[in-house]
Nanobody, 121 residues
Framework: QVQLVESGGGLVQAVGSLRLSCTAT????????MNWYRQAPGKQRELVAA???????NYADSVKCRFTISRDNAKSTVYLQMNSLKPEDTAVYYC???????????????WGQGTQVTVSS
């Protein structure tokens, strides 16, 4: 029932900007942390940014001062504003969220299908 759907990816020139969004739908009781991961060809998936339900954030060193993660709890949506993009940012970006579908149940990690971000030189 629970699904995460990403949008906002695409092709952009270096130093350009994109904003990704990810919305959780389905049977949702509570959402804890929400994250953005990315995976480039031949590389391991890495955590890009994370945000707690209270708004605390964490970023990979490679994107600090360029990317901003935010969320709208009422909309069950997490955003990733990406500025000053570099070719090295090219990857498939995946939304991830820890979601409890019923009260007094554990949080489980759910994943979106990914959205391609390609940054040209």
């Amino acid at each position: 029932q629970v699904q995460l759907v990403e949008s906002g990816g695409g092709l952009v020139q270096a130093v350009g900007s994109l904003r990704l969004s990810c919305t959780a739908t389905g049977t949702i009781f509570n959402i804890n942390v929400m994250n953005w991961y990315r995976q480039a060809p031949g590389k391991q998936r890495e955590l890009v940014a994370a945000i707690t339900s209270g708004g605390s954030t964490n970023y990979a060193d490679s994107v600090k001062c360029r990317f901003t993660i935010s969320r709208d709890n009422a909309k069950s949506t997490v955003y990733l504003q990406m500025n000053s993009l570099k070719p090295e940012d090219t990857a498939v970006y995946y939304c991830n969220a820890d979601i409890a579908t019923r009260r007094l149940t554990l949080f489980y990690a759910y994943w979106g299908q990914g959205t391609q971000v390609t940054v040209s030189s």
